[in-house]
């Protein structure tokens, strides 16, 4: 067990809508080894969110154990998790989440700041992470001067800024067009590989979800099947 | 995240919507100027007070003549030949002689002063040395001051020819406390000197050295009537213009009252420092007071303004509070930098209404005294005195005050839940 970065057993949350309890996740259990690219797909409200969100630490399940490498996030106190995000995880959104005052470099340097690291540091850092995702012309552009794609190499950049062990993606490709998708989601796998990072990515889209290594189909709050595609190319 | 970063952003933030911010410390700009106008006026008026009366002691009144009589001859309306405010009645010296039977009076001491223009020196074996005209005779027998003691000889003055000099005047001249003995006796001159440059001494002997360490003389006011002779070139300086002030001493401050009323009566300007220092610091503190609290009234309205940019201003950035959030800002982060940002609306408000009211206190300082000369007002000295109490103070209370208005949005913006935060469009 403890070569598992994720270990998840009988997670369950249940969210209050009025008096209704509506589970959006019932009694998963899910086990992720280091290094792995997870994709969570499935139908609206069918869960993959709300696992996501329960993985990072921005919400706390109604019952059951999650913990990622070694810390258990339902029980954690607040500071607790506050430095888990901080420094374990990085995050991908949809909809980028780039902070619009802020220039592409300032944005990668803002979770750098949050963890206290000095200014020159940081900046050296910011600097060499908007160069490896491609953007060493457009660090001092706000994000709305940068197209989507640009936006979400940006985002990329910001989630590994502070070394995190593992990344959580949102449709990193939702709002892009097939062909800059493809690109970020090139650089995406890329990164995976040579940083070694653990990946969980929410995906409506069966291409982009047939690139990791394993697909997790969830439905109404359960896991229905699991998919290793890579096993199946390998067994011809 | 660092208080520097924290202090970093805060200003940024505060600079993201200039117009908003500059709205929401204006209501601390016109609080903290209303403040310190009204407070450096007060502590202007209470220094005006101390100026005009820390010289005189508790329990006496000071007859002066009444001003601004009209007399013919040179001169502007309401001024003697000599520029000097003319006086409608004069303090004679059979006035100062009936006041001495009254009852009540312990002590008269009728006073000739030298103007200010006047030059004074002590001539001592060939040297000058400058020095101010002292009182010539003593309060007597006040149990709360002790009688003024010789360091040698005596402090009684003849009635003429003779002279006391102060500590101060002799060290002037180069001699330790152990040479004092060695002027009783002797004569020195004093010598008056006018702007164009005429001199005239009189030879003095010297009776005592009193303790004063500033450099003054007192000599007989036979002697000073006979100086104000020769400076306004009359023989008659006295009976034209009387004494210029007479020091009461009363037994206690009933009498003084009753004497203060009769004098008046008689035509004559009475001031009993006493009853009016204390009712003039009392009415300068409730002036403080009430002014200190309208300006307050005007700050804590100002909370106001800061408070609703502040809510505007999360309300605005909840989603960038969510991405803070899943970044791993703490709540505590988050809260700190929205009461900063508030914090330095109220302190740059204060600053600029601490400027601004010290810039207009300054201007009215330059004008007021040009309306009260033309008013014949003898007022020198600031109206509005902003002490570094009174500056460091606002600026405090303007931060607090922002601070204040923070506390409930930053708790508000710190409790957001990270996820509905992000999904906030």
Known sequence: ?236 | MTLQDQIRTALANVGRRKLRSALASLGVVVGTLTIVIMVSLAAGVRQQINHQFASIGLDRLTVTPPGTGRRGGFGPPGFDLFGMIARKKIITAEDVSGWKELPGVIQVIPEVTLPNSVGLEVQWNGTNQPVRMGGGEPMRGNIFQELPQPVAGSLELPESGGVVLSQGTVQAFGYSSNDFARFIGQNVAAVLRTSRGETQSYVLRVQGISQARTREIQVSIADRIAMKDWWFNTTNTLDREGYDFVTIRSVDVTHASALTTQLRLEGFQVQSLEIVVEIANRIVTAITVMFTLIGSIALLVATIGIANKMVMAIYERTREIGILKAMGASSGEIRRMFMLEAGFIGLIGGVIGLLLGWLAGMCLNQIIPVVMRYRDLPVRGDFFVVTPMLALGVILFATFIGLVAGLLPAQRAAKLDPLQALRHE
């Open chain 1, 1 to 236: 067990m403890t070569d598992l970065l994720i270990h998840a057993s009988k997670l369950t949350r249940h969210y209050h809508v009025g008096k209704a309890v509506v589970a959006a996740l019932s009694e998963v259990d899910l086990t992720v080894p280091p290094g792995e690219f997870t994709a969570l797909v499935g139908p609206s409200g069918s869960g993959k969110s709300t696992l996501l969100n329960l993985i990072g630490g921005l919400d706390r399940p109604s019952s059951g154990e999650i913990s990622v490498n070694g810390l258990s996030l339902g029980a954690a106190a607040e500071t607790g998790l506050v430095g888990y995000r901080r420094t374990r995880v990085g995050f991908i959104f949809q909809s980028f989440n780039l902070l619009p005052t802020l220039t592409a470099l300032e944005n990668v340097e803002a979770p750098l700041m949050l963890a206290e690291i000095p200014r020159a540091a940081r900046r050296e850092r910011a600097t060499a992470l908007l160069e490896s995702v491609g953007l060493a012309a457009r660090m001092l552009h706000k994000p709305n001067e940068l197209s989507g794609g640009e936006k979400q190499r940006v985002a990329i950049a910001r989630a590994l800024a502070n070394r995190p062990l593992l990344l959580l993606a949102d449709e990193p490709t939702g709002n892009l067009d097939s062909i800059t998708g493809g690109a970020v989601l090139d650089l995406l796998c890329g990164l995976l590989k040579e940083q070694g990072l653990t990946m969980i990515m929410v995906t409506h889209d069966p291409e982009v979800a047939a690139r990791a290594d394993r697909i997790i189909h969830l439905r109404d709050g359960t896991i229905q099947h699991i998919e290793t595609p890579r096993a199946a190319e390998k067994t011809p």
